[in-house]
């Protein structure tokens, strides 16, 4: 059962532009974190969210939490090449495993 | 400091064959994971182990075992390999559970024919 599902499943804009993508859930999660990934290598995190409405800025991308914690948004300013990748919303139940969405593969054309 | 690395990169294998994938961390972690990726499907959890000397399924433990060696070491082990076991196999590591940042090793791509 896939509790975190994120859309769009890809998306491919010209450098420059601004983009949003979403992780949404039936669930409540008492954290939420996000990842990207590179082919041929494995995820790597970008942010932890905790509090519900929380808004991180991690240079040009900004990370926000629901405010009832059950989904999520990333915004990235100015979409540049190296912004391509896949993006992974995770979310987290306590200290329980994390269930990970679908992903968002995302492609910046120069 | 390697972080997470993972062996092999590759392999193939028949129908039936058995293998084990290796898994070690080097950041003195408690928790450990073994994830596969399939397309459309982001990562799915096959088995973890929360602290060394325990393990538990994930969603899709079906047809894997697991060996938490000690507290840098931790295997997925296919017993008959299955074409439906053709994936890409990550492992993962964090300091104490999901709430912690997982740190990602580069992945065996594994096909099964």
């Known amino acids: 059962t896939q509790l975190l599902e994120q859309s769009p499943q890809f998306l491919s804009i010209q450098e420059g532009e601004n983009l949003t993508v979403y992780c949404n859930s039936s669930s409540v999660f008492s954290s939420l974190q996000w990842y990207r990934q590179e082919p041929g290598e494995g995820p790597v995190l970008l942010v932890t969210?905790?509090?519900?409405?929380e808004v991180k800025k991690l240079k040009r991308l900004t990370f926000q939490f629901g405010d009832a914690r059950k989904d999520s948004s990333l915004h990235i300013t100015a979409a540049q090449p190296g912004d391509t990748g896949l993006y992974l919303c995770a979310g987290a139940k306590g200290n329980e495993k994390l269930t990970f969405g679908t992903g968002t593969r995302l492609t910046i054309i120069p | 400091n390697a972080g997470v690395t993972q062996t092999p990169k590759f392999q193939v294998l028949k129908t039936g064959q058995s293998m084990t994938l290796q898994c070690a961390q080097d950041?003195?972690?408690?928790?450990m994971y073994w994830y596969r990726q399939d397309p459309g499907m982001g990562l799915r959890l096959i088995y973890y182990?929360?602290?060394?000397?325990?393990?538990d399924k994930g969603e899709v433990p079906n047809g894997y075992n697991v060996s938490r060696l000690n507290k840098r070491e931790f295997s997925l082990r296919l017993e008959s390999a299955a074409p439906s076991q053709t994936s890409v196999y990550f492992c993962?590591?964090?300091?104490?559970?999901?709430?912690?940042?997982?740190?990602f090793g580069p992945g065996t791509r594994l096909t099964v024919t």
């Open positions: 993962a590591s964090s300091l104490s559970g999901s709430a912690y940042e997982q740190y």
């Open positions: 969210v905790v509090t519900g409405g």
């Open positions: 950041m003195n972690h408690n928790s």
């Open positions: 182990s929360a602290s060394e000397g325990t393990t």
